[in-house]
C-alpha cells in the first residue's frame, strides 16, 4: 500500500556511524570555520578543484571506513515494506553515496548529492524528493544528525528526526519533533 509519504535519511552520521572530521577537513582546505561546501562555492575556480579534491578522498575514505548503524538496511526496508518512498539526501558526492549503497546493499527509491542542484539546508532537494515519489510534505519524514537535515525538512514542511547515536544532545534537538539514538527507534515513530 502506497502512503503518499517519503522517508527522506542523510547518510553519514544517520545511516553510518559519524565517521568524517569536518575540522580536519577544513583545516587541509584551509577554511577556518563554516560549512565546507558553501566555502569552497566562493573559492576560485583552481581553489575550488584542489578543495573538492580534499573533500573527495576524506569521503572515500568515510565511505570504506564507517561502519552502519545497527539495523540501518533492516530500517530503510522496513520503511519501503511499509509503503514509504524511501531516499537519501547528502551533501557527499553521487559516486560515493552510489558506493555506500551497493557496498551495504541498500536499496532505495530516490538519491540527490550535491551534484543535483541545491543541497540541504535548502527546502528544494527535500520538495524535489517528495515530486519525485509523488509524497506529500506533510505526511513526510526528514531524517538526519545535523541542524541542516533539520532545518531542510522544517522548510520543506515535513516532520524531522534528528538521529543523534551515541553522541551529546546538541543544542539544536529541541528543533526537531523527534530525537532517537538509534534507527529501532524511528520505527516506532514512523510504524
Not at 569552497?40 to 570504506?64: K, N, S, Y
Not at 541498500?106 to 527546502?123: M, N, Q, Y
Request: charged fraction near 25%.
Amino acid at each position: 500500500m502506497r502512503k503518499h509519504a517519503a522517508i527522506i535519511f542523510d547518510l553519514d552520521g544517520t545511516l553510518t556511524k559519524p565517521y568524517l572530521d569536518f575540522d580536519a577537513i577544513r583545516r587541509e582546505i584551509g577554511i577556518a570555520r563554516g560549512p565546507i561546501l558553501e566555502a569552497i562555492a566562493q573559492m576560485d575556480a583552481a581553489g575550488q578543484r584542489d578543495a573538492e579534491a580534499v573533500l573527495l578522498r576524506h569521503e572515500w575514505e568515510a565511505a570504506e571506513n564507517a561502519p552502519l548503524y545497527d539495523g540501518a538496511v533492516a530500517t530503510v526496508e522496513a520503511c519501503r515494506a511499509w509503503g514509504y518512498g524511501v531516499a537519501i539526501l547528502t551533501r557527499n558526492a553521487r559516486a560515493v553515496v552510489d558506493y555506500v549503497l551497493g557496498k551495504h546493499g541498500f536499496v532505495v527509491d530516490a538519491i540527490r548529492t550535491r551534484e543535483d542542484g541545491a543541497i540541504k539546508p535548502s527546502a528544494e532537494p527535500v520538495l524535489s524528493i517528495c515530486r519525485e515519489l509523488q509524497a506529500e510534505p506533510p505526511r513526510s519524514w526528514m531524517v538526519g544528525d545535523y541542524l541542516f537535515d533539520i532545518l531542510s525538512g522544517q522548510a520543506a514542511d515535513t516532520r524531522t528526526v534528528l538521529m543523534i547515536g551515541d553522541g551529546a544532545e546538541p543544542d539544536y534537538a529541541k528543533q526537531a519533533d523527534h530525537v532517537i539514538r538509534t534507527l529501532a527507534e524511528l520505527l516506532t515513530i514512523v510504524g
